[in-house]
């Protein structure tokens, strides 16, 4: 069974960048979906971004500040968060596959 291992996250200002990374255990080259998510304390996971073989797609709230990418060499998937919001804090997952990374947290404060 595949394994996910988030890191990345951390504490920036508002308006700052970070760069999330999903590793896999075994290759992604097969995987049809794979995408990001995030939660905050009493709220649901929220979709933030997906990518498949027919491009990536995002939230709303993200669109025009976060991208995700995928590196199948490093079996990595990756959110890079521009322009960061306070909103923006949460605890942020990778899914793969029906599968979820442990977690990573992003604080955005000044």
């Known amino acids: 069974q595949v394994q996910l291992v988030e890191s990345g996250g951390g504490l920036v200002q508002p308006g700052g960048s970070l760069r999330l990374s999903c590793v896999a255990s075994?290759?992604?080259?097969?995987?049809?979906?794979m995408a990001w998510y995030r939660q905050t304390p009493g709220n649901q996971r929220e979709l933030v971004g997906v990518?498949?073989?027919?491009?990536?797609n995002y939230a709303d709230s993200v669109k025009g500040r976060f991208a995700i990418s995928r590196d199948n060499a490093r079996n990595t998937i990756y959110l890079q968060m521009n322009s960061l919001k306070p909103e923006d804090a949460a605890v942020y997952y990778c899914?793969?596959?029906?599968?979820w990374g442990q977690g990573t947290q992003v604080i955005v404060s000044s």
């Open positions: 990518i498949n073989r027919g491009g990536t």
């Open positions: 899914f793969v596959d029906g599968l």
């Open positions: 075994r290759s992604l080259f097969n995987s049809v979906v």
